[in-house]
């Protein structure tokens, strides 16, 4: 078992210096756009080097930088940038590494709007195409077929969105590695302390902060953590020139919400697994689609590379009737109706029927998933709910 008292040791006092701040436990928020200088001299040297000083805060900010900190020594970077939010993150990661007649490779399923940006950038000539996890076949096989000679990303996410599937992530960098392709990972599910993604040979990881690392529903912001090289290339073109740095306030709250990341991720943990473990179990449910049941088949490749898990799974109901998860969805109390996840309170979120119904044909997503954001409510209480809801069709 890790013991996490490294990550909790960063999340509580990584990147904090006291003495700078008159002793203020707590550090304080730098909310200025920008920094003034001594002379001449010292502007010209600042203007020079800008990523190792203060100029203006769309570069960097002392608060900003504290959240920088912890969130790169967390997942074992050597450097990490805070962005204005997931997507944000996501998109410069990509832009960074592709340009016209390149191919992004996307292994697993993946967050909807990524893959929208992936569509996006076809007007600039970039292609991309999905590898998606099947039981019983070899991903790897399947990942080196898909590469073609321009593929400069694997992008994959690992539990894949909606499925929770898990990719072997240490295989595919080695694979990818081999080929002089770039790997990125959205780790939002995970958090920075359930997968190191670097530490097993991925070259940038992603996050979504609006969920777990925020934790409170009441901050949309992104990262990027990976080597120093990669950040200061990120840092002077897509970060500084799309402009979609984070705010000193919402890094402040980010640096409030890891303080209590360990402590609620043990909880999250905690009460999905045993809502999991009901879920299975009730008579009115097909499938539950959660990496921490020893019934799920990619439970064993979860056990090497996780460290934990956290509160977000889907499941199907014994009906495919749009009437029926209507009325499940509609019986929860405590369960509120929403998206986005990883907050303190629990989420319901069906699968939308529709117009869309080809797109989840294409990423084999079936029509009757329920995704929930297990919280940090009672877990009787949570039972209690779901059970109604199960029992109302
Ligand atoms: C929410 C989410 C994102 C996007 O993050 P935003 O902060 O909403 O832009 C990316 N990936 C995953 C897996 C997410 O859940």
Not at 170 to 175: R, T
Not at 210 to 224: E, L, M, N, Q, R
Not at 318 to 333: A, E, F, G, L
């Amino acid at each position: 078992m890790h013991d996490f008292s490294e990550e909790k040791y960063i999340c509580a006092h990584e990147g904090e210096e006291h003495e700078k701040y008159f002793g203020a436990v707590v550090p304080p928020i730098f909310e200025n756009s920008l920094f003034v200088f001594k002379d001449y001299d010292a502007i010209v040297e600042a203007f020079k080097n800008e990523k190792d000083h203060y100029l203006y805060t769309r570069g960097t900010n002392p608060t900003v930088e504290i959240l920088e900190k912890k969130l790169s020594a967390l997942e074992h970077g050597e450097a990490c940038k805070c962005f204005t939010s997931g997507m944000a993150a996501i998109s410069a990661a990509i832009d960074a590494f592709t340009s016209q007649g390149d191919h992004i490779l996307f292994v697993n399923n993946i967050y909807g709007p990524t893959l929208r940006y992936a569509e996006y950038l076809k007007k600039y000539g970039i292609e991309y195409s999905i590898v998606l996890v099947d039981e019983g076949k070899d991903i790897l096989e399947k990942v080196e077929e898909a590469i073609r000679p321009n593929t400069k990303i694997i992008y994959l996410e690992s539990p894949g969105t909606m499925t929770f599937k898990l990719v072997d992530i240490k295989a595919i960098a080695e694979l990818a590695k081999a080929k002089g392709i770039i790997t990125m990972i959205d780790n939002t599910w995970a958090t920075p302390l359930y997968q190191k993604p670097l530490d097993m040979g991925i070259d940038i990881s992603i996050h979504s902060c609006s969920k777990y690392i925020g934790g409170h529903s009441d901050v949309v912001a992104g990262a990027i953590i990976s080597r120093r090289d990669i950040i200061n290339k990120i840092f002077y073109n897509e970060f500084q020139l799309h402009g979609g740095n984070i705010g000193p306030f919402e890094a402040w709250l980010l640096i409030r919400g890891l303080r209590t990341l360990p402590l609620r991720m043990e909880k999250h943990q905690e009460n999905a697994m045993k809502v999991a473990e009901f879920l299975e179990q009730n008579k009115n449910v097909e499938r539950v689609n959660y990496p921490g049941l020893k019934s799920n088949p990619y439970y064993e490749i979860g056990r090497k590379q996780l460290k934990g898990y956290s509160g977000l799974m889907s499941f199907e109901i014994k009906s495919n009737k749009i009437d029926d998860i209507r009325r499940v969805v509609n019986s929860c109390r405590i369960f509120k109706i929403g998206v986005s996840w990883g907050g303190y309170e629990s989420l319901i979120l069906p699968v939308f029927h529709g117009d869309n119904e080809d797109e989840l044909k294409r990423l084999n997503i079936p029509l009757g998933l329920i995704r929930i954001s297990v919280g940090l409510e009672d877990v009787n209480s949570l039972i209690g709910d779901l059970e109604n809801a199960l029992s109302s069709f």
